[in-house]
C-alpha cells in the first residue's frame, strides 16, 4: 500500500475553527466580569471543524432521478417537493439520527417548476418554485434544523443562461455590476450540460455574483452546498470547462460568509486536479452518478460495480478536511433499490472501508430490516468515521479482491469482495498485510469473533459478494527483499525510464504488445506461492501476466494510479522454488503497467 499523508490535517479543514475562534474573540472583547460577581456558565464545546469526518445524509436526486413506480407522478425529477422533503427530515431524525446521520440534501430542481423551467430573483440568483417549495427555502432550512439536522442545498457551477438577461440584471451589494459584466463577452458556455455561461474571474464582479449568492444560502441557513457540473471533470475537458476559479471563488465566499459551510464538487473530477479540490472544497465526487436511471434506484453494472476500479487511485487524497465521494449508498430499501442482499452488503462496506461520505438516497420512511441494518450498523459506521486510514486493495484488481487498512491500535480493516458473476473463494492472505503467522479474525457484518487463523482466512462469497472483519495479529512482522525493475532484463519494446515518485528515480515502460520485463536473482529458502508486493505506474486500468522460472503466466489486473507519475502497489501470487528465481511480467498481446520494483518476503 502507499504512504499516506493521512494525519496531516489541510488548512480547508480549520474554517470552522476559524470562524469558531473569530467568535471566541469577539466574546474576549467583551469587559470581564467583576470578581465579586457569580462565576459565568462555561462556554459550549466547540462544533467539530468542517469535514472533519466523512458526512453522512441524505440526497433527494436518488429518488427525483428513478423511474420506479410512484415516485415521480408529474414527470421527471418530480419527486423533490417541500412535502416530501420534510417528510425525509422528519423520517430521518426518527430513524437515523441517532447514528450520526445529519445532512437533508436538496439537489436539483429546487428552482424549477414541474416543466423545468427556472425562476431567478431580480439579481440572478436561482429563488425557490412557489408550488415546489411554497413555504420558500430558509422555512425548510428551519425546519431541518428544528430536528436537530443540517440543510444542504445544490447549484450547478457557472452563470445560468436563465439568470443573464441579455446582461441586465444587476449584482445584489455590487454597484455598477451586472451579470454582463461577469461572462465572457462570446458567451461561452461551462459545466457538464453547457447550461451555463463561463463566468469571467478577471473582472471583480464575478466575485461579487458568487458572494451573493453564498451570502443568500447563509442567511437561508443552509449549511451545506453540492456545486455540480464542475470541470475539468463531468466527462468534459478544455479551457471552456475548467471551473478551478470558480470552486476557487465559492470557498472565498463560504468564508466571507462567517457561516461553515460544507462545499461538496461533482462530478466525475478530474484527477489531475485533486490539489485544487483538496486546497477550496471538503469534498469531491470521483465517479459518475450512482444512479442507474431506470425503473430501480441503481443498478450492480449501473454503475455501482464501477467504484471498486476508481476509488483505488483517490485513496491517498482523502483525510480529515476532504473526502472521496463515491455518491449516494442506496441499500436500504430492498426491491426499489435493484440489488440483491449481497449486492447491498457489499455496496456498504465498500463505501465504509474507503471513508465515502456515507449519505442515502433511499426512501427513508420505507426502509426495509435488511436496509436499515446495513444503514445503521454501529461497528461499520465506527470504522467509516474513525481516524484509521481509508481502506486500498492491497491484491490486484482481479475478480476476487482485498482491500485493507491499518488501524491506529494495530488492528486491521479487511474487506473480502467477489466481483464476479458466480460464487467463488477469496482469501486474504496475512503477507500482503505485512505480517506472517497467526491473527484472531472478527466478522464484523456478522458480529462475531472466528478465533484464530494461521497465514490466511478464506471466505466462500456468493456473487458480487463481500466479508467485512477487523484482524487482529498475533505473529510477527514480514521482512522483504528488495528487487527494482530497471535491473532486470528486457525484451520487446520494454525500456527504463525516469520516475520521480519511483523507488531509485527508474521504472520499466513501454510494456505493450510483448514487452516484458525479468527480474532475476530473487532467493527465497522454501518452494511455495509467496504474495509478492508491485509497485507500478499506470494512468488507466491495464492487465499483465506475471510468472515465475519461464513457466505459465497468470493475469492480473492492477487499478489506475491516477495518471504517470503516480505510484501505486499490490501483491501477486506467484509460486517459487527454494533457492533462486526469476520473476516475469509481460505485457501479451496488450499495454501493461509501469513497473517500479518488487519486494518479495524472505518466508511465507
Known amino acids: 500500500m502507499r504512504s499516506s499523508s493521512y494525519s496531516a490535517l489541510p488548512a480547508r479543514a480549520l474554517r470552522a475553527l476559524v470562524v469558531l475562534a473569530l467568535t471566541a474573540g469577539v466574546t474576549a472583547a467583551v469587559p470581564a466580569a467583576r470578581a465579586d460577581t457569580a ?31 410512484g415516485l415521480n407522478p408529474k414527470g421527471d425529477y418530480s419527486y423533490l417537493s417541500e412535502a416530501n422533503v420534510l417528510e425525509q427530515t422528519d423520517a430521518m431524525a426518527a430513524r437515523l439520527k441517532k447514528y450520526g446521520y445529519e445532512y437533508l440534501n436538496i439537489d436539483a430542481g429546487w428552482w424549477m417548476d414541474w416543466s423545468w423551467t427556472a425562476h431567478f430573483d431580480e439579481y440572478g440568483r436561482q429563488q425557490a418554485d412557489p408550488v415546489r417549495f411554497p413555504s420558500g427555502m430558509k422555512a425548510v432550512a428551519d425546519h431541518i434544523h428544528a430536528k436537530g439536522l443540517k440543510a444542504g442545498i ?153 467504484r471498486w476500479d476508481d476509488a483505488p487511485a483517490w485513496t491517498d487524497h482523502a483525510g480529515p478536511g476532504g473526502w472521496n465521494d463515491l455518491d449516494s449508498l442506496n441499500v436500504g430499501n430492498g426491491e426499489m433499490d435493484g440489488l440483491t442482499r449481497a449486492e447491498r452488503q457489499s455496496y456498504a462496506t465498500l463505501w465504509a472501508v474507503v471513508k465515502s461520505p456515507l449519505f442515502t438516497g433511499d426512501d427513508l420512511t420505507r426502509l426495509d430490516s435488511y436496509g436499515l441494518k446495513l444503514l445503521t450498523d454501529r461497528e461499520v459506521i465506527a470504522i467509516n468515521q474513525s481516524d484509521a486510514p481509508p481502506a486500498e486493495p492491497v491484491t490486484a484488481s482481479d475478480a476476487q479482491q482485498v482491500w485493507a487498512a491499518k ?46 487463523h494461521n497465514g490466511k482466512i478464506t471466505e466462500a462469497l456468493p456473487a458480487h459478494g463481500s466479508r467485512l472483519f477487523t484482524v487482529t495479529p498475533r505473529g510477527t512482522r514480514l521482512a522483504w527483499t528488495a528487487h527494482e525493475a530497471e535491473e532486470g532484463a528486457l525484451a520487446g519494446n520494454a525500456v527504463v525510464a525516469g520516475c520521480s515518485a519511483c523507488s531509485g528515480g527508474h521504472k520499466v515502460g513501454n510494456l505493450y504488445t510483448g514487452g516484458k520485463v525479468t527480474v532475476g536473482d530473487v532467493v527465497v529458502p522454501e518452494a511455495g506461492t509467496y504474495q509478492i508486493k508491485v509497485a507500478y505506474v499506470s494512468g488507466d486500468p491495464r492487465s499483465v501476466l506475471v510468472f515465475a522460472n519461464g513457466g505459465g503466466g497468470t493475469s492480473h489486473r492492477f487499478a489506475s494510479t491516477g495518471d504517470w507519475g503516480t505510484v501505486n502497489s499490490v501483491h501477486v501470487p506467484v509460486r517459487l522454488k527454494a533457492g533462486t528465481n526469476t520473476i516475469t511480467f509481460d505485457s501479451g498481446s496488450g499495454y501493461a503497467p509501469d513497473i517500479d520494483r518488487i519486494d518479495v518476503p524472505t518466508s511465507l
Open 154 to 306: 445544490y447549484l450547478p457551477v457557472g452563470l445560468e443562461k436563465g439568470a443573464y438577461n441579455d446582461g441586465k440584471n444587476p449584482i445584489w451589494n455590487a454597484g455598477g455590476c451586472t451579470t454582463g459584466d461577469i461572462v465572457h463577452d462570446d458567451l461561452r458556455t461551462t459545466n457538464g450540460w453547457d447550461s451555463a455561461y463561463k463566468i469571467d474571474f478577471s473582472d471583480p464582479c464575478a466575485q461579487k455574483y458568487i458572494d451573493s449568492q453564498a451570502r443568500m444560502f447563509a442567511d437561508w441557513g443552509y449549511d451545506f452546498l453540492k456545486l455540480d457540473g464542475v470541470g475539468p471533470g463531468s466527462f468534459k475537458s478544455g479551457d471552456n470547462y475548467d471551473n478551478v476559479p470558480d470552486v476557487a471563488a465559492w470557498h472565498k465566499a463560504i468564508e466571507a460568509t462567517g457561516r461553515p459551510i460544507h462545499l461538496e464538487l461533482s462530478w466525475s473530477l478530474d484527477y489531475g486536479h485533486v490539489a485544487d479540490w483538496k486546497k477550496y472544497s471538503d469534498g469531491w465526487r470521483i465517479d459518475t452518478d450512482v444512479e442507474c436511471y431506470c425503473n430501480t434506484l441503481v443498478s450492480w453494472e449501473n454503475s455501482v460495480d464501477d
Open 39 to 69: 462565576t459565568a456558565p462555561p462556554a459550549a464545546p466547540a462544533a467539530p471543524p468542517v469535514a472533519a469526518k466523512p458526512y453522512m445524509g441524505w440526497t433527494s436526486w436518488t429518488m427525483q432521478s428513478s423511474k420506479y413506480p
Open 407 to 452: 488501524n491506529p491500535d494495530g488492528t486491521y480493516t479487511v474487506a473480502l469482495f467477489n466481483l464476479a458473476d458466480a460464487p467463488a473463494a477469496v482469501t486474504a492472505h496475512w503477507p500482503t498485510l505485512g505480517f506472517t503467522g497467526r491473527a484472531s479474525v472478527r466478522d464484523v457484518w456478522n458480529k462475531e469473533n472466528l478465533g484464530t
